[in-house]
Nanobody, 125 residues
Framework: VQVVESGGGSVQPGGSLRLSCAAS????????MGWFRQAPGKGREEVAG???????TYRDSVKGRFIIARDNAKNTVLLQMNTLKPEDAALYYC????????????????????WGQGTQVTVSA
């Protein structure tokens, strides 16, 4: 399984960026796809996730500013980031939960088992 992110970059506070992620190498719909981030000196944190049925979750600090969306047919997930703040700056990772359906659907929680290499997001004036 390969997970590849794109779309990072540098933006001023208040600006927008769109991150894209494509996953490949598996045959069924990923149970979850999500975005995580890690800033220097901090732990990795989950930013947003989307289940196979389109149900989304967001961390409180990005609610109302970020939008996650997936295309199951293409195995892709987007993260639209609006009104960016300096504290959003981090290395952003895409992740996929590609457990077999029989295993994944027994639970309600995502268990990400494949990760991308990350794409840098910088927010500064």
């Amino acid at each position: 399984v390969q997970v590849v992110e794109s779309g990072g970059g540098s933006v001023q506070p208040g600006g927008s960026l769109r991150l894209s992620c494509a996953a490949s190498g598996y045959t069924y719909t990923a149970f979850c796809m999500g975005w995580f981030r890690q800033a220097p000196g901090k732990g990795r944190e989950e930013v947003a996730g989307v289940y196979y049925d389109g149900t989304t979750t967001y961390r409180d600090s990005v609610k109302g500013r970020f939008i996650i969306a997936r295309d199951n047919a293409k195995n892709t997930v987007l993260l639209q980031m609006n009104t960016l703040k300096p504290e959003d700056a981090a290395l952003y990772y895409c992740a996929a939960d590609t457990r077999p359906p029989l295993e994944a659907y027994r639970t309600t929680k995502c268990a990400y088992n494949h990760w991308g290499q990350g794409t840098q997001v910088t927010v500064s004036a």
